[in-house]
């Protein structure tokens, strides 16, 4: 999911990450988790919790409500809700995230199901409705 707030999320860490300066003269294709190309660690978890945020994003706006609106909807402050918009989203909890989804009016739904054989390990995937 390459939205506005994703984005924005990978640059802030970029910058923070003690990566080597990024040569512009030649393209790499993505593993099409950029927290993953960046050499964060827990890579699946910052993809999940950055496309939750982006959702909340999404409401936000398609509700037009402000910071302040949506804080008390979601039962924090606004400079908390300011954070989350601007890709700062270390200290809350994927399960958080989710819950401020149902503040704002959105169903979660969760599926577990096998992986298929051809590969060892599950992922996580989020998808929008």
Do not use: C, W, Y
Not at 35 to 59: C, R, T, Y
Request: hydrophobic share 40%; proline share 5%; no cysteine.
């Amino acid at each position: 999911m390459a939205t506005r707030a994703v984005t924005r999320i990978v640059q802030r860490k970029a910058r923070r990450a003690d990566a080597p300066p990024v040569d512009h003269s030649s393209v790499t294709r993505g593993s099409g988790n950029v927290f993953a190309d960046i050499g964060l660690p827990n890579p699946e978890e910052h993809l999940a919790k950055a496309q939750l945020v982006s959702m909340i994003d999404d409401v936000i706006r398609d509700r037009g409500l402000t910071q302040k609106n949506a804080a008390a909807l979601m039962g924090i402050d606004q400079p908390k809700v300011s954070h989350l918009l601007r890709g700062r989203f270390h200290g809350f909890s994927t399960h958080r995230l989710l819950e401020f989804l149902n503040a704002l009016g959105r169903d979660v739904e969760i599926v577990v199901r096998a992986a298929p054989k051809s590969r060892k390990r599950g992922r996580l995937h989020i998808a929008a409705a």
